[in-house]
């Protein structure tokens, strides 16, 4: 008898522990800042945009402390219920990736002006939505710069995603820094209309090279990567953009015009963490607040007078005695 009741002691005793445990846990969880994330519309695996976006979130989540979910568009047309489903989960502050969940987010916002939000390259006049923007024409500058020093053809070649404005940032930024260091070579321009299809970027990239660009800038997201790869292919120099996409091509690419939004997403996080808060004010990310640059250098060397010259065009626009137009 005395073996049984000791036994079932200690089954309470059990129980006990595991209950409060789980209740100690419960409350962990609910007192932890939860975030939301919707991500641009080719998800996760972009290898690019979305991906550096939801980095940015790992890095609060383990360093802060943070929860956070996130959803994809999959085969919605549209982002609303993906936005949806983050409001109603009351998420303390939901970031939206990119241009095009700007109408959505704006009409979710809207709807939800206690919500507080954030979108990335984009711009929505509400009081509870602040906007994050990137100079990319300053980074995509130094881009131009180095495929003006290094081209042997005098034909370097931009690869574009879809014709918008936030691209022609991207265009425009590295035909002038073509123009800074090689005013006679001549700037190729080619837009797939998609920033999805990689074998669509590989099919550009193929023209391109056929028409004497031995340098290729895309800014397309995955179908970039098919351009880059096609480089890799043909023996020629490529770029990458948003993130470092050396990996992608380890013979080809030579630096990456690195767009920060994995830092930007985290800075906004750690301000809530800390403040309890993050700015009203919208915000612009350049050279000198580290927003966009360039990733480490590789696979060619540049001699003293070309590390200078990108050097000294760097410093003249952090500076301002430099303005690159948009």
């Not at 640059?293 to 007078?305: E, K, T």
Request: with cysteine; charged share 25%.
């Amino acid at each position: 008898m005395k073996k049984w009741t000791f036994i079932l002691l200690i089954l309470l005793l059990t129980f006990i522990i595991s209950g409060c445990s789980r209740e100690s846990n419960a409350s962990a969880v609910a007192n932890k800042t939860k975030i939301g994330i919707m991500l641009s519309d080719n998800g996760l695996g972009d290898q690019s945009y979305s991906d550096a976006g939801f980095t940015g979130l790992e890095r609060a989540r383990d360093e802060l402390g943070i929860i956070f979910d996130y959803r994809e568009i999959g085969d919605e047309e549209n982002y609303l219920t993906g936005l949806q489903e983050l409001v109603n989960q009351n998420n303390e502050l939901i970031i939206g990736l990119g241009y095009t969940i700007e109408n959505d987010l704006a009409q979710i916002a809207e709807e939800n002006p206690e919500q507080q939000f954030v979108i990335i390259d984009g711009s929505v006049d509400l009081p509870n939505v602040v906007n994050v923007n990137f100079k990319e024409e300053e980074g995509s500058f130094l881009i131009g710069a180095l495929a003006g020093l290094k081209t042997e053809s005098d034909i370097v070649a931009f690869v574009g995603g879809d014709d918008t404005p936030l691209i022609h940032k991207f265009e425009k930024g590295f035909t002038q820094g073509v123009e800074a260091t090689n005013p006679e070579a001549k700037v190729l321009t080619r837009y797939a209309g998609t920033f999805g299809d990689d074998q669509i970027g590989a099919d550009i990239a193929a023209d391109l090279i056929e028409d004497g660009a031995d340098l290729i800038f895309p800014s397309a997201g995955f179908t970039g990567v098919g351009v880059i790869q096609q480089a890799e292919k043909a023996g020629i120099y490529s770029f990458g953009v948003d993130s470092d996409q050396f990996y992608l091509g380890e013979d080809t690419v030579i630096t990456s015009m690195m767009k920060n939004i994995d830092t930007a997403v985290y800075n906004l996080v750690a301000n809530l963490v800390e403040d309890g808060a993050i700015t009203n004010d919208d915000i612009e990310l350049g050279l000198s607040e580290e927003g966009v640059g360039l990733a480490p250098i590789r696979i060619i060397n540049l001699v003293s007078d070309e590390k200078e010259q990108l050097h000294d065009l760097t410093e003249a626009i952090k500076n301002n005695e430099l303005t690159v137009d948009k």
